[in-house]
């Protein structure tokens, strides 16, 4: 039986995952190697989803949980990539809001499925975007103790971080955030990284070519702790129908509408952490994001197209209440459709706050 690779990538909501797992799968066919992607949501109909199997890589999907709480979906998921070819290596990338997957999800795979996976290191990236506001000495921190507590375990478990996104960062910038890091996990390897523009990428993929880390234990989660900041999140997900007597520009609605939304939940008490909407059509596909209170929304994947409808899905987690969220959400389609002269139809619509994780498995220590 063919052993297969299963490697994960870690890290906070909007943290670059979907664009490092992409670029991590296109390094390994390059060398000539099968890979399968398996994303996880709490909800169902993943922007993620869409965008990396609109770029043509092999994709599956563990919606309605995380794959702690949702351990044997992500492993029939692995298993029915494989069905047809075995492939040599599987990518997972868990819900951005999730903690305690060594324990979770990769010693339970080792103790379980350790003679069909060959386990690689747990990487997490960090998100500079918070990482400044939590780790730094500001007073905006961006989400409360509880919240922050999340980002800080999952940068604790971790075999090494990736300090993603330094294209956005300057050479001060980069330093700080270096040393904060380096103070509060000294025993942890940390390097800077862009999957968008590439820097020290050859850094990266040397780091998940190593053998996971040997533990001497597991890190202390307090479940508690983990489920109020967990559910201070809002999780809202629609899709529009999109469609117009004229040409409109994907691109641009998709990026017009992630400001709108974006705008719209730009108050007191509230903290994006991560915006996406992606706008398709038969053959094309559109993302924008927005990954952060007061941030710039980006277009990240672009089609280059005009057309007279599309299909698109909007998924929001931001700390603010499921309703908050879906009323920014409809006055920006009703904004932007005026604007754009595009009538919008709002359906499939799934608002709520994440219950209590309750894992599957859990090595204890």
Known sequence: ?????????????????????????????????????????????????????????????????????????????????????????????????????VATVIEPMKALLGKRFELGPFIVLLKPEHGQKILGDGKRRGFSPKAEYIFLKQLEEADAIVINKVDKLSEDQQTMLWKSVRAKFPDIPAIHASAKDGTNWEQVTALFDQPPRARQSMIEVDYETYAIGEA????????????????????????????????????????????????????????????????????????????????????????????????????????VGNQCQVDFQISSLQSFRPAKPNPTHRVPG
């Open 1 to 101: 039986m063919k052993t297969v690779r299963f490697l994960m990538v870690g890290g906070f909501l909007g943290a670059g995952k979907t664009t490092t797992i992409a670029k991590l799968a296109s390094h390994y066919n390059a060398q000539g190697k099968s890979v399968a992607l398996v994303t996880n949501d709490q909800a169902y109909d993943l922007v993620d989803t869409h965008a990396l199997r609109s770029q043509g890589f092999n994709v599956g999907e563990v919606p309605g949980a995380c794959f702690c709480c949702n351990f044997d979906d992500l492993v029939q998921t692995v298993e029915s990539l494989s069905d047809s070819s075995v492939p040599d290596i599987v990518i997972a990338e868990p819900v951005g809001s999730c903690t305690d997957l």
């Open 232 to 335: 201070e999140m809002g999780w809202f997900n629609c899709k529009l129908k999109a469609q117009s007597k004229q040409k409109f520009a994907l691109d641009q609605l998709v990026l017009n509408l992630v400001e709108t939304i974006g705008g719209g939940l730009n108050a007191p008490g509230c903290e994006i952490a991560h915006l996406k909407v992606i706008g398709q059509t038969m053959h094309d596909a559109a993302v924008a994001n927005l990954v952060n209170s007061g941030g710039i929304s980006e277009l990240s994947l672009a089609s280059e197209i005009s057309t007279k409808s599309a299909e698109l899905v909007v998924n929001a987690r931001v700390a603010a209440s499921p309703m908050q969220i879906e009323r920014a959400v409809e006055q920006a389609a009703g904004k």
